[in-house]
């Protein structure tokens, strides 16, 4: 993987000069802790290392006024007194000789990262920059933002590249209001942000970062709001955000590039925030994302000012982009009763204008947070005078999550490819491990005879491969793996049963094709059997579910992201089988999309197990996708099928009381859907 990573060192020149409670948490350490983490981990010297320039000012005005832009140029002159009275017009704001070179660094950051991806000089990047721009709107600098270098970026993409489809994906906990107010009629640009917003009581106050604002005219569906009403939220809450909210209208949307407005106040310790949400959490937004736009994702850092929080998630977004396994995530995984209500106030927001998220039926948008200023009790603004307490409170809970990631070292091997026989057209990344040892001779027996298909030569051959790389990856010594057998349905069952014996204490199992669960597995919660083209949707048990595969990239969408993702991260397994057995039926890039993105759940432990027959090419998308890139695209978007979505309907009916991540609704969501079903209507997932 080529990752960028863009920084200049005097970005940090700009500081506050007076006393000011409420700015005094943008300072210049942020972006050096966050680089001497990168260093320490040993990720800054796997990126290609661009310094940032300075936009010009035509760039500039790709966005701003010229009167905007002038007016700051101007503050390179002032003497303290006039910056700070400078500042006091704007909101949350102030000013430093250094702003203006430091603004257009970082501007010129952003419009450097997508040159580089765009051009193929790299696959993806970060760009480490203050000041932060999200807030910044044509012609106001707001929030700690002078110029909006998330903003300039997709117009720098559109206009200098071509591009007409951008996405941008903003998990600050601010809202980012300039960045709404900017492309709020453009249908070229989606535009999604979570925020806390407690009914309207938190900074920006705006009543237009409520779920039912939506953009205007041409606009409207491509701005998407989900406000947080309590702190608190963590990474269940943040996982079902993207599951059953961005995710689904973003591939219905097909980016051609993926801007990350990447503030991690929303991270644990935050003084801002107040979330919940650990560094891990990153990782996976960021793996997630990398199924979108051919991978060509570029990260620009917004706020986070708990400066070990903040380096640690932007070591791991980083590790994502450079296409290592993310953790596993701790916690939990069931979502909040309030997030819940947030996310279905937001799909059904935005239910008439997306396909994958349409309702049919009366289940009503849920009440609007509509509130005075009269009435606005203790609005809580950036920065504050218990800023240094709180982050000091937090300093022992957060040395506790690093120890815990530093349990999860990334393997010395990423991928490895176990074959029977070596064919000729089989093209491999160079970094992938082509392996040629089995397991020993008395293991592999020992499996074996557990079914006389296994006692056959090339399935025998097969089978000690398997054990090989499954134990290799059980040991930490591989990440993930591919292994081609003739006998798949036997040699499955022998992989799960040696998985559940050597280390593995939950095992994933999803067969796609006509496998049938093994009869001799124990019902103790410690597999769960997920069957893609099973007979019929049926719940057999809590740990054992069948669906049939949908028949379009709509209803395969949809089965991926409201079914087998959220079952996978409910689960917590640790580890993930994915076999393509007979008459599997997928497309390759419908297969290549699936282990992509179930390299999350289990921290990267995935593996695939296919038929000998299968063809190379299979193989080799396969090793790329568990390697760190990203799927080819699936084609254009499809609505799913009746028949396929009253499918995912009753499953989710019979499953989302025992497994939390399927839910989708608070309690006035669950009532207004338990009434449309009752009316004859249906909701989509």
Sequence with gaps: MRTALVYHGEMTAARLLWEDPECEIERPERLTAALERLQQEGLERRCLQLAAREASEAELGLVHSPEYVSLLRGTSALGTEELRALSGQYDAVYFHPSTFHCARLAAGAALQLVDAVLTGAAHNGLALVRPPGHHSQRAAASGFCVFNNVALAAKHAQQRHGLHRILIVDWDVHHGQGTQYIFEDDPSVLYFSWHRYEHGRFWPYLRESDADAIGRGQGRGFTVNLP???????????????????LPVAFEFDPELVLISAGFDSAI??????MQATPECFAHLTQLLQGLAGGRVCAVLEGGYHLESLSQSVCMVVKALLGDPAPPLSGPMVPQHSALESIQSARAAQAPHWTSLRQQ????????????????????SPGGPKFEAAEA???????????????????????????????????????VLLQEGSAPQEETQAWARLHKALAQDTAFIALGKVLHLLNGILDGQVSSGIATTPAIAVTLEVAILHGLSHRAQRVLCVAVGHLDRPPDLASDGRTLWLNIRGKEAAALSTFHVSVPLPGTTGGFLSCILALVLPLAYG????????????????????????????????GGR????????SPSQLVGVLARVLHGEAPPSLGPFSMASPEDLQALIHLRGQLEAQWKMLQVAGEAGDRAEAECRECGGTVLP
């Design 228 to 246: 947080w009403n309590q702190v608190g939220m963590g990474n269940a809450d943040y996982m079902a955000a993207f599951l059953h909210v961005l």
């Design 269 to 274: 310790g935050d003084p801002e925030g107040q």
């Design 361 to 380: 039926g009366s289940a009503p948008i849920l009440s609007s947070s509509t509130w005075s200023p009269e009435e606005r009790p203790s609005p809580v």
């Design 393 to 431: 409170q937090t300093s022992a809970v957060l040395s506790s999550l690093l120890d815990q990631l530093h349990l999860h070292p990334t393997p010395p091997v990423r991928t490895a490819v176990a074959l029977t026989a070596l064919d000729a057209a089989l093209v491999l990344p160079p970094e």
């Design 571 to 602: 689960f917590q397994p640790d580890l993930v089988l994915v076999v393509l057995g007979p008459a599997h039926g997928l497309q390759d890039p419908q297969a290549a999309l699936l282990a992509a993105l179930l390299r999350g759940p289990a």
């Design 606 to 613: 995935v593996l695939v197990l296919v038929e000998q027959e």
